[in-house]
């Protein structure tokens, strides 16, 4: 436990230069209820900020082992809140009625590792603040090496993940070894333990918190299946929201305690919020 701590603190501290927020409890809220669009406008002090997030996607949002809801995007969702005077409350969602969530004004936000590449034109975006790579896991003992040897094996992905759709995009690679979709990527990790599966496609964030926190060895191949960006996305047109975030992060840019951020260097932050 003392090793997930240790990277969960490094890793927040790698990015919570970025700017917005998410997080959860019990059971994932579904979209069945609402289907009005919402009207967006500006959080005011002391409103209520509400990030969509999924439960089971250590290190960007989990269930800790206090029963609380931790994760590095939930801790910076939370340091936004502060920062404007609002009411941090993070909401597990069942990822495939994010859209309706968001549209219906139930969350104002999905902040939990999500890519924005494919996704450019479908919600309102804050920059990027994290560069990504999906990545293939294996054992450290199991004499896989390469992407080529893969060849013939087994690969577990999770439904609806961005590795599932980077495997779909390069049909010369998946071709060559037959898929398992799982729900999550403890399943995975578990399954690869066992030796049920010969390997895991997941983001290379994950795939290092994972790694890190259990006491198997594992090793990621040298070879990137897809490379993307992770942001804060919002409903398409709110703007207001996303704008607010947009014009705290330029003020934090300068602080001596954002710099102190940026130099622990455990995640990539994306080029484009270096750059600015």
Known sequence: MKKRAAFLIALSLAVVTVLAGCGGKDSSKSADSKDSAATFEEKKEGDTFTVGFDQD?????????????TGFDLELAKEVCDRNGWEFNPE????????????????DCIWNGFTMNGREDEYTWSEPYLDNQQVFVVRADSGINSEKDLAGKTVDVQTDSSAEVALKDNTELSSTF??????????????LESGAVDAVAMDIVVAKYQIESRSAEFKILDYEIASEQYG????????????????RWKRWRQTEHLQRFLQ???????QQLENK
């Open 232 to 247: 804060v996305g919002f409903a398409k047109g709110n703007d207001a929201v996303k704008d607010q975030f947009r014009r």
């Open 92 to 107: 597990p969602i069942a990822w495939d009625s994010k859209d309706a969530l968001l549209k219906s004004g139930e969350i």
């Open 57 to 69: 996607f250590p290190p960007m949002g989990f269930v800790g082992d206090d029963g609380e809801y």
């Open 178 to 191: 037959s898929t398992e979709i799982i729900p999550d990527y403890n399943t995975g990790f578990m399954n």
């Open 264 to 270: 622990n260097g455990l995640v990539k932050i994306s």
